[in-house]
């Protein structure tokens, strides 16, 4: 069955500081691989996506994230966190279109002043 | 456009009570997603329609959870009784079924369960 992993509960930034939250999966194939965002008190809101081609992909609010065959992980990325960057982060997969996604257990991120 | 709605934002009730959760999803979208999230966790499926038809029911807890989806547009989600183990935030989502796979899951804001 299809897992997903994200290894940090929770991980604490200052302001300006890179970040970088890790994802890993568990499918024989290439999934389609996903983060979103939630914020307390709200809903998840989609970050990025990868179906294909270029392994580095852009998202909304400078957020990034790279795939990774070989290790088959989906790393997230900011290069300088802003406070209201604290939210909780989940990686979801999907093995195929109109398939269910599985989420990952989500790492909450707090960003000191 | 309006997003997903989901309404009661808050609802607390004692054990073996029955509650109820409604959803209407953004217009156009034929797949709708009942998700049940635990408290530090990430949301775990209960239930996905597309249209009208529960295309997989397999983590509904059907002893106590009922699900429908009327006329395919909006949705209830129905517990009882309710056990002090349901207490979570219910999650409601959509998406388009398009021959484009944008695979994106638009989620309402969540109601959020409490059982005494």
């Known amino acids: 069955a299809q897992s997903v992993t994200q290894p940090d509960i929770h991980i604490t930034v200052s302001e300006g500081a890179s970040l970088e939250l890790r994802c890993n999966y568990s499918?024989?194939?290439?999934?389609?691989l996903f983060w979103y965002v939630q914020s307390p008190g709200q809903g998840l809101q989609l970050l990025l996506k990868?179906?294909?081609?270029?392994?580095l992909v852009q998202g909304i609010k400078g957020f990034e994230a790279e795939f990774k065959r070989s290790q088959s992980s989906f790393n997230l990325s900011k290069p300088s966190v802003h406070w209201s960057d604290a939210a909780e982060y989940f990686c979801a997969v999907q093995h195929n279109y109109g398939q269910n996604f599985v989420f990952g257990p989500g790492t909450r991120l707090s960003v000191l002043p | 456009e309006a997003g997903v709605v989901q309404s009661p934002r808050y609802k607390i009730i004692e054990k073996k009570q029955p509650v109820a959760f409604w959803c209407n999803p953004i217009?156009?979208?034929?797949?709708l997603y009942w998700y049940r999230q635990n408290l530090g966790q990430g949301p775990e499926l209960l239930i996905r329609?597309?249209?009208?038809?529960?295309?997989?029911d397999s983590q509904l807890p059907k002893d106590r959870f009922s699900a429908e989806r009327l006329k395919g547009v909006d949705s209830t989600l129905k517990i009882q009784p309710a056990e002090l183990g349901d207490s979570a935030v219910y999650l409601c989502a959509s998406s388009p079924l398009t021959g484009l796979n944008t695979g994106e899951l638009f989620f309402g804001e969540g109601s959020r369960l409490t059982v005494l």
């Open positions: 329609y597309e249209n009208e038809e529960a295309v997989d």
């Open positions: 499918y024989g194939a290439t999934p389609y």
């Open positions: 217009s156009g979208h034929n797949t």
């Open positions: 990868y179906f294909s081609g270029d392994t």
